[in-house]
């Protein structure tokens, strides 16, 4: 006789399977597409352009989706999750676009981004010597990245501070 299962254990019927990924994939294609629209309206992008960042953050967030799902040696939970956009990241970016140089802001915020988020994979002894709460903050990604706008952010405002006394 087989035990009787968890309702948690058991598979759904198709049609609430059906259900159920046509709704995380509309949570998920309006959080991937609402940031690229702000930032990229913010920043002056055209029609092409922000199509083209709107693109690029659903490649990513699919790239990222099929990693985490499907895995690859060391990386990857193995576990249906959707990976997206971050909201966290929106605010510290315009302010770096309202505080840059004119087409300059966009590429230093993606750089700024992948660097420091690339830091803990790339060199994950980096954060080995430093006090735990900033190894809390900046062992994650999407907080490394908004920390990195925020600082960039102050540096543009010190640089745009010290053109205008010159």
């Known amino acids: 006789m087989e035990p009787q299962r968890h309702p948690v254990d058991t598979v759904p019927p198709p049609w609430q399977l059906l259900a159920g990924g046509l709704q995380h994939i509309a949570a998920m294609v309006a959080g991937v597409v609402a940031p690229p629209l702000i930032i990229g309206a913010a920043v002056g992008l055209g029609g092409r352009d922000q199509a083209l960042l709107i693109t690029a953050s659903l490649f990513s967030a699919g790239l990222a989706t099929l990693l985490q799902a499907l895995g690859w040696w060391r990386f990857g939970a ?10 966290a990241a929106v605010a510290p970016v315009l302010a770096i676009v309202k505080s840059s140089v004119p087409g300059a802001a966009l590429p230093t915020v993606y750089g700024a981004a992948l660097f420091v988020g690339m830091t803990p994979t790339v060199a ?16 994650s990604g999407i907080s ?23």
């Not at 994950?124 to 062992?139: C, K, N, Q, R, S």
């Not at 990245?145 to 010290?162: D, E, K, P, S, Y």
């Open 144 to 166: 490394a990245g908004c920390v990195t706008a925020i600082v960039l952010n102050q540096v543009f405002h010190l640089r745009a501070r010290r053109a205008v006394a010159t």
């Open 124 to 139: 994950p002894g980096f954060y080995a010597g430093m006090p735990e709460l900033v190894v809390t903050i900046m062992g």
């Open 78 to 87: 193995r576990l249906p999750l959707i990976n997206g956009a971050s909201f």
